[in-house]
């Protein structure tokens, strides 16, 4: 139980263009989902905090204007890249806590490469 | 500020045993993860603590010791599939995630 499915796993896309990155989970409600950016051989940097029905808290040095995070249900939340840069390359990955102290779940991850 | 310290990397031998250690200081404590992550995946649950003391599950136990700001991920009967990043992070006292950098264990034959 308690599965977050991510997609895509894998894009590359053209500097200047958006790229957008679903998580959905599958068999609980996610009233928020967590985004975090891992860069190679870093740990999991946390960028926004989504609540369904509200804005997203972003944390300090997160571009809200160009990571745009949408959570308009209780099982699906978006981070749209926009205006991809070559230093927006990473691995993206949400979290969604699903219950208790226990319960924070993963997507698989989304591999962004910029060219 | 909030910092959780682990060693960067460890190199241990198919079979044997390995501690990976963490420390931290955080603003208030509510619990500490351990997560193995492969490379090029996201992280899976390992273990979860919140009272002091021993938690065992299969090859894998994690000690806790919160006056200390201690944790350790202890591996037995180490296997190749185990080489992997072992990151600890600790929920603080806005149930916030807070990730160490982690620990690449490199399993040799």
């Known amino acids: 139980g308690a599965v977050v499915s991510q997609h895509p796993s894998r894009v590359i896309c053209k500097s200047g263009t958006s790229v957008k990155i679903e998580c959905r989970s599958l068999?609980?409600?996610?009233?928020?989902m967590f985004w975090y950016r891992q860069f190679p051989k870093q740990s999991l940097m946390l960028m926004a905090t989504s609540n369904e029905g509200s804005k997203a808290t972003y944390e300090q040095g997160v571009e809200k204007d160009k990571f745009l995070i949408n959570h308009a249900s209780l099982t699906l939340s978006t981070l749209t890249v926009t205006s991809a840069h070559p230093e927006d390359s990473s691995f993206y990955i949400c979290s969604a806590r699903y219950g208790g102290d226990y319960g924070y779940t993963f997507g698989s991850g989304t591999r962004l490469t910029v060219v | 500020g909030q910092n959780i310290d682990q060693p960067t990397e460890m190199t241990a031998t198919e079979g044997a045993i390995v501690q990976i250690n963490c420390t931290y200081q955080?603003?208030?404590?509510?619990?500490l993860f351990w997560y193995q992550q492969h490379a090029g995946e996201a992280p899976t649950f390992l273990s979860y603590?919140?009272l002091d003391g021993l938690e065992e599950k299969g090859r894998f136990s994690s000690f806790l010791s919160r006056s200390k700001g201690y944790s350790y991920l202890l591996l037995k009967e180490l296997q190749m599939k185990d080489s992997a990043s072992y990151l600890c992070?600790?929920?603080?006292?806005?149930?916030?995630?807070?990730w160490g950098a982690g620990t690449k264990l490199i399993i040799k034959p």
């Open positions: 992070a600790v929920l603080d006292s806005n149930y916030q995630l807070i």
């Open positions: 603590n919140v």
């Open positions: 068999d609980f409600q996610a009233t928020t």
């Open positions: 955080t603003s208030g404590f509510n619990g």
